[in-house]
C-alpha cells in the first residue's frame, strides 16, 4: 500500500514540473519566469523527497533530505535575486520600467 502512496506523490511531484515547464515557456516575463522556477520547484522537490522519506523511512535519508530542501528554501530566492539584479543592470526587456 505504501509503495502505491508513493508512487502517487511522485506523479503528483513529477506533473508540478511538468506544469511549471509549461508556465516557463508560457509566460513572456523574465520576473514571471523567475517566479514559476522558485515556487513550483520548492513544491515538486518537497514533493519528491516526501515520497522518498516514505518509501525509505530512514532517519539518515530524512536527514539528509532536510538538508536538502533547506538549501533550496534558502539559496533559490538568493539566487534568483542575483539574476534579477544581473536582468535589470543589462537592461533586458521586461525588467525595466519601460514600455516594450
Known amino acids: 500500500m ?7 506523490i511522485l506523479f503528483l ?3 508540478v514540473v511538468l506544469i ?10 523574465l520576473y514571471a519566469r523567475m517566479h514559476v ?17 516514505l518509501l525509505f523511512r ?3 535519508i530524512f536527514f539528509k533530505s532536510a538538508i536538502i530542501f533547506g538549501v533550496l528554501v534558502f539559496l533559490s530566492p538568493v539566487a534568483v535575486h542575483v539574476i534579477a539584479r ?7 526587456p ?7
Do not use: P, Q
Open 86 to 92: 544581473a536582468a535589470r543592470i543589462v537592461k533586458i
Open 58 to 60: 530512514d532517519w539518515y
Open 94 to 100: 521586461g525588467t525595466t520600467n519601460r514600455t516594450e
Open 13 to 15: 511531484s513529477a506533473l
Open 37 to 53: 522556477v522558485t515556487k513550483v520547484s520548492s513544491l515538486g522537490l518537497l514533493l519528491l523527497l516526501a515520497g522518498v522519506n
Open 2 to 8: 505504501i509503495e502505491i502512496i508513493v508512487g502517487i
Open 20 to 29: 511549471a515547464s509549461v508556465g516557463i515557456w508560457r509566460f513572456k516575463n
